[in-house]
């Protein structure tokens, strides 16, 4: 398997305007997860998915912030309108069950001008 | 809220056992204690991850105190590779985990 998918790698906006992320998890992992990284904050989860199904969105930062995940291949984190301050690195990630180990993808780094 | 304290930052020679602590004084008796690693600019990857017993796997190993209020991670003979930051992170028998700010290690050649 070719692990967690992301793209685009690279992201430059200009503020106002909609980004999509995209994440293909490990085929046959039941979970997948949103995180986002800044030097202020850190590594903070944003949203994750069971059997395609949003579990907890209590990380999502605002209504700004949207995900779904269609089906068991992919998932998208949309915000809209975009700012300065969503400017991170955003992680996709897959795991097998609820207890197995997560399996980070190289992630997208997101810059709002 | 998931509280485990690590030191910001650590040195260690190349070649020499690393030994990386983690305090978890209020662990509860179903929580898993889970490593991380992040490498610079990649995403995080699993280390090991155990509930009571001491765990060793091809990375490292997990040394739990009896009393499961501290944890250390063991890599036992470091590499210019493994230089990274290092999370140690309560698991709360769920899916989530709660990074904190990890310890950053340096491998000195």
């Known amino acids: 398997d070719a692990g967690v998918i992301q793209s685009p790698r690279h992201e430059v906006t200009e503020m106002g305007q909609e980004v999509t992320l995209r994440c293909k998890p490990i085929s046959g992992h039941d979970y997948l997860f949103w995180y986002r990284q800044t030097m202020m904050r850190g590594l903070e989860l944003l949203i994750y998915f069971n059997n395609n199904v949003p579990i907890d969105d209590s990380g999502m930062p605002e209504d700004r912030f949207s995900a779904k995940m269609p089906n068991a291949s992919f998932s998208n984190l949309k915000i809209q309108p975009s700012e300065p301050r969503d400017s991170a690195v955003y992680f996709c990630a897959s795991s097998l069950n609820n207890l197995n180990e997560q399996f980070f993808g190289p992630g997208t780094r997101l810059t709002v001008l | 809220d998931a509280k485990t304290t690590q030191p910001n930052s650590m040195e260690s020679n190349e070649e020499e056992p690393v030994h990386l602590p983690c305090n978890h004084s209020?662990?509860?008796?179903?929580?898993?204690i889970h490593w991380y690693r992040q490498l610079p600019s990649q995403g995080p990857e699993y280390v090991i991850h155990?509930?009571?017993s001491n765990v060793n796997n091809r990375m490292a190993s997990l040394a739990i105190a009896e009393d499961r209020k501290s944890s250390t991670l063991i890599l036992h003979r470091a590499t210019l590779r493994d230089a990274a930051v290092y999370y140690c992170?309560?698991?709360?028998?769920?899916?989530?985990?709660?990074f904190g700010t990890g310890t950053r290690l340096t491998i000195i050649p």
């Open positions: 209020t662990i509860s008796g179903t929580d898993y």
């Open positions: 155990g509930l009571t």
């Open positions: 992170i309560r698991n709360f028998g769920n899916e989530k985990l709660t």
